[in-house]
T-cell receptor, first 117, second 115 residues
Framework: AQKVTQAQTEISVVEKEDVTLDCVYETRDTTYYLFWYKQPPSGELVFLIRRNSFDEQNEISGRYSWNFQKSTSSFNFTITASQVVDSAVYFCALSEGGGSTLGRLYFGRGTQLTVWP | DAGVIQSPRHEVTEMGQEVTLRCKPISGHNSLFWYRQTMMRGLELLIYFNNNVPIDDSGMPEDRFSAKMPNASFSTLKIQPSEPRDSAVYFC?????????????FGPGTRLTVT
């Protein structure tokens, strides 16, 4: 079973639109960590944010914001006033807090975001 | 500070040949991860090391794949013999610890093509 589901395979928006990328996760651990990574066309994976399961505060960083809701097992990512440079594949990932899977990241399949000028 | 360094960036080889991918983690990081990315399977963890010791190699596809970490600043992923289905982008990542509290930083990847 997929531990991280990104149901949106592709999203296209026009510049300056807001866009939300969905992420739903599944774990039985009470301690876990959630991540978002960006993969631009150049191919590298860029770390964006990490949240732990005990901190449900939403976070804002410039045009980026993240909404963590344990009740729905979701960790959604919103880009406000999107720009062409935001075009990339965005990955959500989960790391569980204990047991034999300690330290490994489970990635979703990614959402391809295209921002048109 | 230098990020994770991988070499080569591109590798084209013929089926049956041995391929060695190299990785230098960020200095001070004690966990190292090898991933493979394909369109069909997405990002897959192949193996990871903590303090140079392999912790989980359950993602290694088969005996043709092997990985080593002889010291804290160097790791290799070897495929012998290579097959066309091994064509993928291989990423190395490192983190400060073996727990999810630490984010992983990825290298630029090695694009492997096996003909």
């Amino acid at each position: 079973a997929q531990k991280v589901t990104q149901a949106q395979t592709e999203i296209s928006v026009v510049e300056k639109e807001d866009v939300t990328l969905d992420c739903v996760y599944e774990t039985r651990d009470t301690t876990y960590y959630l991540f978002w990574y960006k993969q631009p066309p150049s191919g590298e994976l860029v770390f964006l944010i990490r949240r732990n399961s005990f901190d449900e505060q939403n976070e804002i960083s410039g045009r980026y914001s993240w909404n963590f809701q344990k009740s729905t097992s979701s960790f959604n990512f919103t880009i406000t006033a999107s720009q062409v440079v935001d075009s990339a594949v965005y990955f959500c990932a989960l790391s569980e807090g204990g047991g034999s899977t300690l330290g490994r990241l489970y990635f979703g399949r990614g959402t391809q975001l295209t921002v048109w000028p | 500070d230098a990020g994770v360094i991988q070499s080569p960036r591109h590798e084209v080889t013929e089926m049956g040949q041995e391929v060695t991918l190299r990785c230098k983690p960020i200095s001070g990081h004690n966990s190292l991860f090898w991933y493979r990315q394909t369109m069909m399977r997405g990002l897959e963890l192949l193996i990871y090391f903590n303090n140079n010791v392999p912790i989980d190699d359950s993602g290694m596809p088969e005996d043709r794949f092997s990985a080593k970490m002889p010291n804290a600043s160097f790791s290799t992923l070897k495929i012998q013999p290579s097959e066309p289905r091994d064509s993928a982008v291989y990423f190395c990542a490192s983190s400060e610890g073996d727990r999810g509290t630490y984010e992983q930083y990825f290298g630029p990847g090695t694009r492997l093509t096996v003909t």
